[in-house]
């Protein structure tokens, strides 16, 4: 059961991500079509990955790295270009702090624990600091209260852990030569579906969204209010 509701919880936060970026960027139709091509086969291979259980393999390396920095990677190349970095920052702010209010489904990583298929300090941490991050998303929205200091904060909050969960989750791998937590059974249940999503490709792209606001943030002084 909880599995049936992992899969619906993390389609439909795919499909909403994608939907509202594609929607929200000031960009040439061509260039959204693109991106959520390019979105869409992202997500697919992440599935055939895991599937084929090529996310859960630990030896050499964690392989699964390799899925949370690809498109890390490819966002800080495409940010290289003037055209595709402005459309970057054309992203409205309310538009990515309300894909944030997602993060609350971090419960589930708790419900995972309870049954015993995610131990060590990985659960606990990506549970409850993506519950905060959701938490406050929520309420910045409701409220507007939208300073730089405010923003400041609650992003680097909610990037802090992003990168904590990512690096608890690594360390907790079961087999892996990066283990330092050994309590199993770890973090497997995000080296498989429908769980593997988050950390492939929902994690990489709120990491992105994070560093997106983050300079939008630093153009405005202390004293500006920021725009939706």
């Known amino acids: 059961m909880l599995d049936f509701v992992g899969t619906v919880a993390t389609a439909t936060m795919i499909v909403l991500f994608v939907a ?112 905060i991050t959701g938490a406050v998303a929520l309420l910045l929205m409701l409220t507007g209260l939208r300073g730089p200091a405010v923003l400041a904060a609650w992003n680097l909050f909610g ?10 989750g690594v360390t907790s791998g079961e087999g892996s030569p990066l283990q330092v937590f050994h309590a199993p059974p770890g973090s497997a249940a995000m080296q498989s579906l429908p769980w593997a999503f988050i950390p492939t490709v929902l994690v990489p792209g709120w990491i992105i969204l994070h560093g997106i606001m983050l300079a939008k943030v630093r153009r405005l002084s202390p004293s500006a209010r920021v725009p939706g």
């Open 20 to 131: 509202t970026v594609v929607l929200g960027l000031d960009a040439p139709r061509a260039a959204k079509l693109v991106l959520a091509g390019v979105v869409g086969v992202w997500a697919g291979l992440c599935a055939a990955a895991g599937a084929a259980g090529w996310i859960a393999i630990t030896h050499p390396f964690p392989l699964i790295g390799l899925f949370v920095a690809a498109p890390l990677l490819a966002a800080a190349i495409a940010a290289t270009f003037p055209a595709a970095r402005q459309a970057m920052l054309s992203l409205p702010l309310s538009l990515m702090i309300g894909l944030n209010t997602g993060r609350v489904l971090g419960f589930l990583f708790l419900m995972l624990a309870a049954e015993v298929r995610l131990a060590g300090p990985f659960p606990t941490s990506a549970a409850w600091g993506d519950i």
């Open 159 to 168: 990037l802090a852990d992003l990168v904590l969960a990512v690096g608890f």
